[in-house]
Nanobody, 121 residues
Framework: QVQLVESGGGLVQAGGSLRLSCAAS????????MGWYRQAPGKQRDLVAAITSGGSTNYADSVKGRFTISRDNRENTVYLQMNNLKPEDTAVYYC???????????????WGKGTLVTVSS
């Protein structure tokens, strides 16, 4: 089994910062890409940032220059440092991990349950 535990969400004023973390545990191994998605009420779930096993990163245009994604392969953890937060960043943030688990030969996507980020004006 695979478990993803997210933390770091909360309430912050515009211009403030938060740091999200997502730790993968269980049978997962050979983790490939890791990333963060977000979903606001009435909106689709969209990519915020992703990072490959080689360290290449990809960001949504709306967060470039403000957010930084990183990973710790020893701890199987992905982070999202969010600076200069804006009210439009308010959403539930979901962790995604792509990797091989159990006795499977192929990689699969695993999702966290989400953590709420609320940015006030």
């Amino acid at each position: 089994q695979v478990q993803l535990v997210e933390s770091g969400g909360g309430l912050v004023q515009a211009g403030g910062s938060l740091r999200l973390s997502c730790a993968a545990s269980g049978s997962i191994r050979n983790i490939n890409a890791m990333g963060w998605y977000r979903q606001a009420p009435g909106k689709q779930r969209d990519l915020v940032a992703a990072i490959t096993s080689g360290g290449s990163t990809n960001y949504a245009d709306s967060v470039k220059g403000r957010f930084t994604i990183s990973r710790d392969n020893r701890e199987n953890t992905v982070y999202l440092q969010m600076n200069n937060l804006k009210p439009e960043d308010t959403a539930v943030y979901y962790c995604l991990v792509n990797g091989v688990a159990g006795f499977s030969y192929y990689a699969n996507d695993y999702w966290g349950k989400g953590t709420l980020v609320t940015v006030s004006s």
